[in-house]
């Protein structure tokens, strides 16, 4: 008989969380934590799965400075903490803008190959509709409005 009531009661949870519908905000909130976690706790290759196509070439360059050095360092410190400071969707443009905290963070930088420690910091993303799906636009930075090719 229990295990029937727990049949019933696992099959009532399923049908309630699969009939809530996510909003357009929450998808791009949870993308953007999803992201971020990928992106500061060097996992390129999953972050690569929501972003952009333009954004790709990008992420196989910061994945390409990765050292095992780097790695072991982030297993010492812990893993990344990601929360969404604020979100704004342009539904007539089919853009959004994203400000995420990082916490307990470390930041490599890819000329130097020098890894800095960074306790807190924040991360604005810009994302845009593709295919129905909203990814992230995460392209070599800018310095003054110019193009970096560092």
Not at 117 to 138: A, G, H, I, P
Request: charged content about 20%.
């Amino acid at each position: 008989m229990n295990k029937l009531y727990t049949l019933i009661y696992s099959v009532l949870i399923f049908t309630c969380l699969s009939c809530q519908q996510q909003t357009p905000q929450t998808q791009i909130e949870q993308t953007a934590i999803d992201f971020c976690e990928a992106f500061y706790n060097f996992n390129y290759p999953a972050a690569q799965a929501w972003s952009t196509p333009s954004s790709l070439s990008y992420l196989r360059f910061l994945a390409s400075n990765v050292r095992q050095t780097h790695l072991d360092l982030l297993k010492t410190r812990g893993a990344a903490k990601v929360s969404v400071i604020s979100s704004k969707i342009d539904a007539n443009s089919e853009e959004a803008t994203v400000v995420c905290q990082i916490k307990n963070t470390f930041v490599i930088n890819p000329v130097e190959g020098k890894i800095e420690y960074m306790s807190s910091l924040q991360d604005t993303l810009q994302f845009v509709r593709e295919n129905n799906k909203w990814l992230v636009k995460k392209d070599i930075p800018q310095q003054n409005g110019k193009q970096s090719h560092d």
